[in-house]
């Protein structure tokens, strides 16, 4: 492409004096320069040359830089052209939309930018055709979401790439455990199990402490001089997997809660509870199932491997899984005495002693047969025969 060909580079109408006719003069040349100049806009974008339209610049332009901008609302399918290139804008309220792409090899480098305008719940999605892919091999992608967008370009053969996007819309969520550079979506996150946050809060004056969502991935650690409370945050929008970290710090106990004082605690023991009491130095990770908050750390330990009811008839759980229990019982002068243990022993009873509190004269207490997993006969001898003895009594199982 040139100027035309005078001094100055410009068109000149000439001087009256010469009749106008010095005026520029007007080679073919220019004029075919400028006419293919023009022509190769439309036919760069795809268009055949129609003498009868005054808009082909302006179509091809659009085509080649994205300059259409189109409203699509009808449900359905849709099968997107050249001319629509440029700002694609999606309402889904009156149903699922499906937008299928022209081929790749169309036109290079054309673009489309989709971007969603609706919150409901029906389905965006825009296919590619025949056999192009997206991406790394996709065929379609969807836009979930209001505001979700996507901005993708053709390679003029047989692929579309993504050029921008939401961030959740990139291709997907990476395997777990795929730990290359690729983008990591909320649901990678949530798949490898990365659910706490850095932060720990320290709680030395609040008496009584309702914690929140924001609390989630959090530990927090009470340190307060006096008995403590906690109560764990309303479950109703928590996820599955939501995780909390409660550690007591001070020498009081420090009592943790459901929301809404229901039974959803799991400790393990088999039956859900309403709440728990932490002992100094025990913590205790709280993870919500959807149904309940399953505990993990220190108190479950000590709840179910070292549970203990320290009464007169009572029990001591140990963590090698011995358990040691304790009662007292008085024998009979005509029968043997049936004695129950406070808990029954998992596997069995391996040991029972006996020491006297009270007799009515020198005698002994001795177990009459064998011991069971839930208990034990015995009867108090004398000299004389059976007699009235008070004893207590210790067995060992396991």
């Known amino acids: 492409m040139e ?22 003069v007007v080679i073919a040349k220019w004029l075919n320069d400028m006419q293919e100049e023009a022509c190769n806009i439309p036919l760069a974008a795809g268009l055949a040359l129609d003498g009868s339209k005054r808009d082909q610049i302006l179509i091809g332009l659009r085509r080649l830089f994205g300059g259409n901008v189109t409203t699509i609302s009808a449900s359905g399918a849709t099968a997107l052209t050249l001319d629509n290139a440029g700002l694609v804008l999606v309402d889904a309220t009156a149903g699922n939309i499906s937008l299928n792409l022209p081929a790749a090899n169309a036109l290079a480098a054309v673009r489309y930018e989709f971007r969603r305008l609706d919150a409901t719940a029906n389905s965006v999605t825009v296919n590619r055709v025949g056999a192009d892919t997206i991406d790394l091999g996709a065929t379609s992608f969807n836009l979930p979401e209001a505001g979700d967008f996507r901005h993708i370009e053709s390679d003029g053969v047989n692929k579309w790439f993504t050029v921008s996007a939401k961030a959740d819309l990139l291709a997907g969520s990476p395997a777990q455990f795929d730990w290359s550079s690729k983008l990591a979506t909320t649901k990678y996150v949530g798949d490898n199990g990365v659910r706490f946050s850095p932060a720990t809060r320290y709680y030395a004056g609040a008496p009584q402490l309702v914690l929140g969502a924001a609390d989630v991935g959090c530990t927090i650690c009470f340190n307060g001089g006096v008995a403590q409370s906690v109560k764990l945050p309303t479950t109703g929008n928590l996820p599955a997997g939501a995780t909390i970290c409660i550690f007591r710090a001070g020498a009081s106990l420090l009592g943790v809660s459901s929301d809404d004082a229901t039974a959803k605690i799991d400790v393990g023991s088999g039956a859900l509870i309403s709440s728990l009491n932490l002992q100094g130095g025990e913590d205790v990770t709280l993870t919500w199932s959807g149904v309940a908050w399953i505990c993990s750390g220190a108190y479950p330990f000590r709840a179910i491997q070292m549970s203990a009811s320290i009464a007169a008839n009572g029990y001591q759980k140990l963590p090698s899984g011995l358990i040691v229990q ?6 009979s002068g005509s029968a043997d005495v049936a004695v129950t243990f406070p808990i029954a022993f998992p596997s069995t009873c391996l040991a029972i002693a006996f020491a006297n509190v009270s007799m009515s004269s020198l005698g002994n207490v001795g177990a009459t047969g064998a011991p069971s997993q839930t208990g034990f006969s015995c009867a108090g001898y004398v000299p004389a025969g059976r007699a009235t003895i008070g ?5 060992i199982g396991n």
């Open 3 to 24: 100027r035309i060909n005078t001094a100055d580079g410009l068109f000149s109408d000439g001087t009256a004096a010469a009749g106008y006719l010095d005026g520029t």
């Open 326 to 331: 304790w009662g007292q019982l008085v024998t």
């Open 391 to 395: 004893s207590r009594w210790i067995a």
